[in-house]
């Protein structure tokens, strides 16, 4: 059994930062093979990508978030990391932690294996 367990969610004024983290545990998971991702999904909108880093390191940002956010990974201690800066009202959102065994940066939520159960992330105006 795979596990994902974000952490580092809360409340934070408009530019403010944020880290999140992401810690992966199972008995048969590899993490070091495996992509990971950030999404987020806002009340009433669609879970969306946020971004990615491949096993080798690779990033992709989205749009919204480029410049703004840097997603890394410590693979020593089986986490994934997003520091979210010059946090803006719409970035408030759940924000889930992903893992995909492909091992590459996919933005497609359907390449993602197993999924955190989200942390929320709340920025005031």
């Given at each position: 059994q795979v596990q994902l367990v974000e952490s580092g969610g809360g409340l934070v004024q408009a530019g403010g930062s944020l880290r999140l983290s992401c810690a992966a545990s199972g008995r048969t998971f590899t993490f070091i093979r495996y992509g990971m991702g950030w999404f987020r999904q806002a009340p009433g909108k669609?879970?969306?990508f946020v971004a990615a880093i491949s096993w080798n390191g690779a990033t992709y940002y989205a749009d919204s978030v480029k410049g703004r956010n840097t997603i890394s990974r410590d693979n020593a201690k089986n986490t994934v990391y997003l520091q979210m800066n010059s946090l803006k009202p719409e970035d408030t959102a759940v924000y889930y932690c992903a893992a995909n065994a492909?091992?590459?940066?996919?933005?497609?939520?359907?390449?993602?294996?197993?999924?955190?159960q989200g942390?929320?992330?709340?920025?005031?105006s």
């Open positions: 669609e879970r969306e492909g091992g590459g940066v996919t933005t497609y939520i359907g390449n993602y294996d197993y999924w955190g942390a929320q992330v709340t920025v005031s």
